[in-house]
């Protein structure tokens, strides 16, 4: 099916779901995504290493989703002493607009082994449909 790249909902969401919507703080990192679209919704994927599930929150408000994580520092216990601390352990947060397309309600989100996927399915209005062509007088 072809579209008018002005008219595209999936050109403006990705427009729309690089940006931003609030500075990082200094402890925090960026969230790289990669987003597909498969005609029926839209994937978001990103690796997220060294992250546990419980350590990873996702919400959805209105138009917006966000995508954060943190983890703590490991502490020491009161035998041990630190001489040397090259990992850092980042925080990451990222809100991405959505597009009307994306039905709110059936985001779904899975999550193993570092790699992250949430899955918006399109609304049933915005899904394309297929108009059946029957014989008749003109």
């Known amino acids: 099916m072809h579209r008018s790249l002005t008219q595209d909902p999936f ?6 779901f690089f940006e931003m919507t609030s500075p990082k703080p200094q402890n ?15 994937l978001v994927r ?9 350590e990873v ?6 138009n917006q989703i966000t995508i954060r994580g943190e983890r703590k520092n490991q502490e020491l ?20 607009s959505l597009p009307k397309t994306v039905n709110v309600e059936t985001i779904h989100a899975n999550f ?14 915005a899904k394309p449909k297929n108009i059946k062509i029957q014989q008749g007088e003109v």
Do not use: C
């Open 57 to 62: 929150e996702i919400t959805a408000v209105k």
């Open 77 to 96: 216990n009161e035998s041990e002493r630190l001489h040397r601390q090259e990992r850092i352990f980042m925080n990451f947060e990222r809100t991405f």
């Open 11 to 16: 050109t403006q969401f990705r427009r729309n």
């Open 46 to 54: 990103s690796k997220i290493p060294g992250f546990d599930i419980s």
């Open 112 to 125: 193993k082994n570092g790699f992250l996927e949430l899955v918006l399915d399109w609304d049933e209005a």
């Open 28 to 42: 925090q990192t960026t969230l790289k995504v990669n987003v597909y679209e498969d005609g029926e919704r839209y």
